[in-house]
């Protein structure tokens, strides 16, 4: 299958600070991207899908202000997470598509701490 | 309509037993059902999936049966292994769109 890369693969900050995470396709052009958001033991929650070029569209409950997405190009998406706190912390995941029905690949996750 | 009900949440399967993963749905606008596998720390891994206008798929040691009528579809794994152990999940979506997710399946093969 396709090759999504995901960096970091953890990340411990401070709290107030913003960390950006980066979701790359290696070997395809990713039309859409998904973030997700994970908590131990528990299914993945969408937080996100973006469209290269577009606005992020965030699902309810998702401050977009506080995750904030860019979808700049074919194979690059990130999530910032400004003004972080304890809260925030958990295991953030990409996924990738290259649109029209095609499947999605998912990165390697991101484990956030915040301290 | 949207939800995707997986069982059960955890199994317990010797090595070289079969492990049997289910999953419903309730949209019938969905047309693409795959599983993934997630060891820890790790970001969900394709294993197989299967669109509705087949009732079984198998590559491997991994089959998927999928019951169009009762909305209903599982995994398979013959002659489990201790490395099979795992969290899985079902998901579900329309034409290539986000995925709804089962709640997952912490799988445990003894050896």
């Known amino acids: 299958g396709a090759v999504v890369s995901q960096h970091p693969s953890r990340v411990i900050c401070k709290s107030g600070t913003s960390v950006k995470i980066e979701c790359r396709s290696l070997d395809f052009q990713a039309t859409t991207m998904f973030w997700y958001r994970q908590f131990p033991k528990k299914s993945l929650m969408l937080m996100a899908t973006s469209n290269e070029g577009s606005k992020a569209t965030y699902e309810q409950g998702v401050e977009k202000d506080k995750f904030l997405i860019n979808h700049a190009s074919l194979t690059l998406s990130t999530l910032t997470v400004t003004s972080a706190h304890p809260e925030d912390s958990s295991f953030y995941i990409c996924s990738a598509s290259g649109g029209g029905g095609k499947e999605a690949f998912f990165g390697q996750g991101t484990r956030l701490t915040v301290v | 309509q949207q939800q995707v009900k997986q069982s059960p949440q955890s199994l317990i399967v010797q090595k070289g037993g079969i492990s049997i993963i289910n999953c419903a749905y309730e949209?019938?606008?969905?047309?693409?059902f795959p599983w993934y596998q997630q060891f820890p720390g790790k970001g969900p891994a394709l294993l197989i999936a299967?669109?509705?206008?087949?009732s079984e798929k198998k590559e491997g040691r991994f089959t998927i049966s999928f019951n169009k009528s009762a909305k209903q579809f599982s995994l398979h794994i013959m002659d489990s292994q201790p490395g099979d152990s795992a969290t899985y999940f079902c998901?579900?979506?329309?034409?290539?769109?986000?995925?709804?997710f089962g709640e997952g399946t912490q799988l445990t093969v003894n050896p």
């Open positions: 998901a579900a979506s329309m034409s290539g769109s986000r995925l709804t």
């Open positions: 299967i669109r509705p206008d087949v």
């Open positions: 949209n019938t606008a969905f047309d693409y």
